[in-house]
């Protein structure tokens, strides 16, 4: 059965840091081919793309770039997004997201809220 457990979400003043992880259990993100992404959901609005990592490929979305960096560590099975000068604007649900062939897979989210 494949799960992802995302976990690190938190209240955190602008300019702060997080590290977020996400936990794969069911599969190896380490195998081919999978790609494992971070987006986001704000209050009232749609969820949106925020980093991928496919094999050793990454890609952010414009608004992190600089900011975020995705990483993996295949022997814990475990995707991380690290973030930093963190903006109110940030302030959203962080989900996981497995897409291995045709499948998808999300965690149930990890809310990280950015306020003084």
């Known amino acids: 059965q494949v799960q992802l457990v995302e976990s690190g979400g938190d209240l955190v003043q602008p300019g702060g840091s997080l590290r977020l992880s996400c936990e794969a259990s069911?599969?190896?993100?380490?195998?081919?081919?999978?790609?494992m992404s971070w987006y986001r959901q704000a209050p009232g609005k749609g969820r949106e793309f925020v980093a991928s990592?496919?094999?050793?490929?990454?890609t952010y979305a414009d608004f992190v770039k600089g900011r975020f960096t995705i990483s993996r560590d295949d022997a814990k099975n475990t995707v991380f997004l690290q973030m930093n000068n963190l903006k109110p604007e940030d302030t959203a649900v962080y989900y996981c997201?497995?897409?291995?062939?045709?499948?998808?897979?999300w965690g149930q989210g990890t809310p990280v809220t950015v306020s003084s």
């Open positions: 997201k497995a897409k291995r062939n045709v499948y998808e897979y």
């Open positions: 069911g599969f190896t993100i380490s195998s081919s081919p999978t790609t």
């Open positions: 990592v496919f094999i050793v490929t990454t």
